[in-house]
């Protein structure tokens, strides 16, 4: 697995909290037919960094992915598991090395063109043939060869048992392209794009992405707009707060800050002005890491005494004003699996007197100097702020003499991979909404964290047993034991786990369906009048 951070963020990136005033929270799910309604505009402050499924990671990519392609599986709203779509059926056949799906009858590609699983053949070939930096490759890398015995059956045989494929097909990594529009050994970067998804893209610039309803579409989809604008306003969220404000964007997602959601939801001009706040489901999370071949980081009693001090309701409360939960384990909640080993072992408030015994029974008497590492540019500028207040907290015990210390993206994961820091953030948003992606790419083999840590029970046992079972819930007596297992050795502490907001403006219905933990932000849901 390949370092993949790309598609995170603070719980929300900086914001509108000047422009915007609102009406409370909430909307109701539309329940008209295709192509309802009317054309909506969204907002959003991420960058679409790739129109080809074959190179893009980020939020702003997957966003279109996701309404463009189909996949053969997909996430219903809400649920987390996955689902068929552009299949009729799927399933493991003899364990969990061989997966079948049969393709619906009469799929059609945007531009007309039949889809067959010939296309679904290239589409997985060609992302793994191009390997590119910031494609899904590693997300596929279980397979090992694709048959396909007639135009609607597909057979994947992989590698080793992977009980998690259905879902890490029902991603963006598992869109279908049209084998006759891309090259099989090389990116498309003429900004176009052609899937079967429930919409099609009709235009691309820098400036914004047009969206209309698919006619040859066919799926689980019911689409309730004629189309979707969406406009990129690349960090500019005082100029999304405007639009929003004005009526030039409908709705506002991935752009607000902690103080922006805490203000309009509180607001004493609630009804007033037709803006309202719609809260989701998230999976997102954040950590410390520790790297555990530091010096300092490196002694089980400073982590120790991390995890006694470190007081994250504090954290939510104050610096993220009640957008995020405090998180208590490398699980989040909502997903199946998930425990809360480290309130367990370290309780859920400031415990000064336990982390001074850790750290004396190590014969650790002097205050422990230790830096905080951040990176705003990636994380969101309450990275900054939240690392100040974990090293306020450390120093008001009399135990650490802590301070913070920021640089930019690229020279952090330098800097990481290089052994640098002691002590780093990191977030996560979920590929799929599965413990193995909240396991596996942290402590699996090449893991993304850069702190040396390495369980060979865990790596070489507890993930391998987890992934070879096809009933997920049947692997939580395992995740359970890999996460006390993580809690004890503390080469991470969980900080907090992330709720999804979007704002809107007029009668919009739907968005409460586009909001949940599989992180798929559905067009097809939000209906405007």
């Known amino acids: 697995m390949k370092a993949r951070f790309k598609r995170t963020t603070a719980p929300l990136a900086a914001g509108l909290s000047a422009v915007l005033l609102a009406s409370g929270c909430g909307s109701e799910q539309g329940d008209g037919s295709d192509g309802e309604g009317v054309r909506v505009a969204v907002g959003i402050s991420d960058d679409v960094l790739a129109t080809d499924p074959a190179d893009g990671y980020d939020p702003g990519s997957w966003l279109l992915f996701n309404n463009v392609f189909q996949s053969l599986m997909s996430f219903p709203k809400g649920g987390s598991t996955p689902q068929p779509e552009a299949a009729e059926k799927c399933g493991f056949e003899g364990g969990s090395t061989v997966y079948q799906c049969t393709l619906r009858e009469g799929l059609k590609f945007s531009n007309g063109n039949d889809l067959t699983s010939e296309d679904v053949k290239f589409s997985f070939e060609r992302a793994l043939k191009i390997a590119s930096d910031s494609g899904p490759g590693p997300l596929l890398s279980t397979i090992d060869s694709i048959e396909t015995p007639d135009d609607r059956t597909v057979v994947f045989k992989l590698k080793v048992p992977d009980a998690t494929f259905p879902s890490k097909i029902a991603s963006g990594a598992g869109s279908i392209v049209d084998h006759r529009e891309y090259e099989a050994g090389s990116l498309r970067t003429d900004g176009k794009a052609v899937g079967s998804g429930p919409y099609q893209l009709d235009s691309f610039t820098d400036k914004e992405a047009v969206f209309s309803v698919n006619p040859h579409y066919k799926g689980t989809a019911e689409v309730r707009n004629t189309g979707v604008t969406l406009t990129f306003f690349r960090g500019n969220q005082k100029e999304l707060g405007t639009a929003l404000?004005?009526?030039?964007?409908?709705?506002?997602?991935?752009?607000?800050?902690?103080?922006?959601?805490?203000?309009?939801?509180?607001?004493?001009?609630?009804?007033?002005?037709?803006?309202?706040?719609?809260?989701?489901?998230?999976?997102?999370?954040?950590?410390?890491?520790?790297?555990?071949?530091?010096?300092?980081?490196?002694?089980?009693?400073?982590?120790?005494?991390?995890?006694?001090?470190?007081?994250?309701?504090?954290?939510?409360?104050?610096?993220?004003?009640?957008?995020?939960?405090?998180?208590?384990?490398?699980?989040?909640?909502?997903?199946?699996?998930?425990?809360?080993?480290?309130?367990?072992?370290?309780?859920?408030?400031?415990?000064?007197?336990?982390?001074?015994?850790?750290?004396?029974?190590?014969?650790?008497?002097?205050?422990?100097?230790?830096?905080?590492?951040?990176?705003?540019?990636?994380?969101?500028?309450?990275?900054?702020?939240?690392?100040?207040?974990?090293?306020?907290?450390?120093?008001?015990?009399?135990?650490?003499?802590?301070?913070?210390?920021?640089?930019?993206?690229?020279?952090?994961?330098?800097?990481?991979q290089a052994g640098k820091y002691g002590v780093y953030v990191k977030g996560w948003v979920p590929d799929y909404p599965d413990a193995d992606n909240f396991t596996q790419p942290f402590f699996g083999e090449g893991n993304v964290l850069g702190n040396g840590y390495v369980n060979k029970e865990i790596t070489g046992k507890m993930i391998p047993e987890t992934a070879a079972v096809a009933d997920r819930s049947a692997t939580g007596d395992i995740f359970g034991k890999l996460q006390n297992k993580v809690a004890e050795e503390l080469p991470i502490l969980p900080l907090w786990q992330g709720k999804q907001y979007a704002v809107y403006n007029g009668n919009i219905t739907g968005l409460e369906w586009t909001l949940d933990a599989s992180t798929v932000f559905r067009f097809w849901e939000i209906k405007k009048g």
């Open 245 to 416: 404000k004005s009526g030039d964007v409908d709705v506002a997602y991935r752009g607000l800050t902690a103080q922006d959601i805490d203000g309009l939801q509180s607001s004493l001009e609630a009804g007033k002005k037709g803006i309202e706040v719609v809260e989701g489901s998230s999976a997102e999370v954040q950590h410390l890491v520790f790297n555990v071949k530091d010096p300092v980081a490196g002694k089980l009693a400073v982590r120790q005494a991390f995890a006694y001090l470190v007081d994250r309701d504090a954290l939510v409360r104050d610096v993220y004003k009640g957008t995020a939960e405090p998180l208590h384990s490398i699980i989040p909640a909502g997903i199946a699996g998930h425990n809360t080993a480290y309130f367990d072992l370290y309780g859920g408030s400031p415990q000064p007197n336990k982390a001074r015994k850790a750290l004396r029974d190590a014969g650790i008497d002097d205050k422990v100097k230790i830096t905080l590492w951040s990176t705003p540019s990636r994380y969101g500028p309450a990275t900054d702020l939240e690392m100040a207040a974990i090293a306020q907290q450390l120093n008001k015990s009399g135990l650490f003499q802590a301070d913070v210390k920021s640089v930019e993206f690229e020279q952090y994961e330098k800097d990481i």
